[in-house]
C-alpha cells in the first residue's frame, strides 16, 4: 500500500490501577502523508491519584508525577477535538479503546467520533515470522527505532511506525481493501456507540473447554483472544493460572494445557531454572519455537502482554 497520503494519529494510554479507566498518561502521534509530524503527552491524574505497585511496576509513572496533573475529564478537552472524525490507531484496541470507553462511562462524558483500527493485529497479519508482537519485539524485529516502552508518547511513536509497516506489507491499496482481504471491520466510537475491531471471519468449528465453562455475560468478540486457543507455561506472577484461564474463558477463547499445532497463543510466565533447560526455556516454550519455525502461526507473549491485553 502506498501510504503517502494516509493520515492517522496513533494513541497510546498508561494506566495506574487495575481498572482500566484509570488513565495516568495519554500519548499520539500524528502522521500526515505517510510521515510521522509530532508526538504530544499528557500526564493524567488518576482518581484519588492512587496508583497499584504493578502499574507503577511497568511503566515507571508515580503519584509524585501526577499529583499536579489535571484530571481525565480535563485532559480530555483538549485531546478529543484532535481525534474527532480522524483515524485512530493503537497498538491492541482491545485494552486502549476499552479503556477510553470506560473513563468516558465513569465520568458521563460524550462518546467522540472516529474510526479505530489495531496496529498489534496488523503487523500479526502482515509480519507472520514473528514470534511476537508486543511493541518493542516487533519494532526490534522490523528494524524499527523505538525508545521508552510504556511511556505513552513513545508507544504511540512505535505504534505508528509499525502500523504504517504493516500497510506497505499488506499488498493493498486502501484501508477498506486491508479490511476485506483480513476479515476484520475496523472499531469506532459514535454517537452513544461503540464497536470494537471485530473479525469478519466465520469460524469453521467453535472451541470448546472441558474444564473451563466460559460466562455468557462476559463474552467479548473484540477481545485479541475471542476464538482462540490460549495455552500457559511457567509461574503466573500476577493472578494464578487457573483464574487466568477462566478469564479466557470467559472471553469465549479456550484455555488448554498443553501446545499443539492447534494452539494459537502460549502465554510466558516465570519459569522455574531448577526444571528448565540450558535456554531458560520450558518444553511447551521449545515446542512453540519449533512449530512457529516450521511454519505454524503460534503467538508467543509475556505475562505481562497478556495481562495489559485482557
Excluded at 476499552?98 to 479505530?116: G, W
Excluded at 466460559?214 to 495455552?231: I, M, N, Q, R, T
Aim: glycine share 8%.
Amino acid at each position: 500500500m502506498n501510504t503517502t497520503a494516509l493520515n492517522f494519529i496513533a494513541l497510546d494510554l498508561e494506566t495506574a490501577t487495575w481498572e482500566r479507566r484509570s488513565i495516568c498518561e495519554i500519548g499520539l502521534t500524528f502522521v500526515e502523508n505517510g510521515e510521522i509530524i509530532d508526538t504530544k503527552s499528557w500526564l493524567v491524574q488518576p482518581e484519588g491519584n492512587e496508583y497499584d505497585p504493578f502499574n507503577i511496576e511497568i511503566h515507571g509513572i508515580s503519584p509524585d508525577m501526577t499529583q499536579h496533573s489535571p484530571c481525565f475529564a480535563n485532559v480530555w478537552k483538549e485531546v478529543e477535538p484532535l481525534l474527532d472524525k480522524k483515524i485512530v490507531v493503537a497498538h491492541y484496541t482491545g485494552f486502549d479503546m476499552y479503556a477510553l470507553r470506560d473513563a468516558f462511562d465513569y465520568d458521563s462524558i460524550p462518546y467522540p467520533h472516529f474510526t479505530f483500527f489495531c496496529s498489534y493485529r496488523a503487523a500479526k497479519y502482515t509480519v507472520p515470522d514473528a514470534y511476537s508482537y508486543s511493541l518493542p519485539l516487533i519494532c526490534d524485529h522490523l528494524g524499527i527505532s523505538f525508545d521508552q516502552h510504556h511511556r505513552a508518547g513513545s508507544d504511540s511513536e512505535g505504534c505508528a511506525k509499525v502500523f504504517l509497516e504493516a500497510l506497505r506489507r499488506s499488498g493493498v491499496e486502501s484501508l477498506d481493501e486491508f479490511q476485506k482481504k483480513y476479515e476484520f471491520r475496523c472499531g469506532e466510537f459514535g454517537d452513544n456507540y461503540f464497536r470494537p475491531q471485530l473479525s469478519t471471519r466465520k469460524w469453521a468449528s467453535a472451541k470448546t473447554s472441558k474444564e473451563y465453562v466460559g460466562d455468557p455475560a462476559k463474552l467479548d468478540e473484540g477481545s485479541y483472544f475471542y476464538g482462540k486457543s490460549v495455552c500457559f507455561t511457567g509461574k503466573c506472577l500476577y493472578g494464578t493460572r487457573d483464574k487466568l484461564m477462566q478469564i479466557i474463558a470467559d472471553i469465549g477463547g479456550t484455555p488448554v494445557n498443553s501446545v499443539t499445532k492447534t494452539t494459537d497463543i502460549l502465554v510466558v510466565g516465570q519459569q522455574d531454572y531448577r526444571r528448565v533447560g540450558e535456554d531458560g526455556m520450558s518444553s511447551k516454550q521449545e515446542k512453540a519455537i519449533a512449530l512457529k519455525d516450521a511454519g505454524g502461526d503460534i503467538e508467543i507473549m509475556s505475562e505481562t502482554e497478556f495481562l495489559k491485553m485482557i
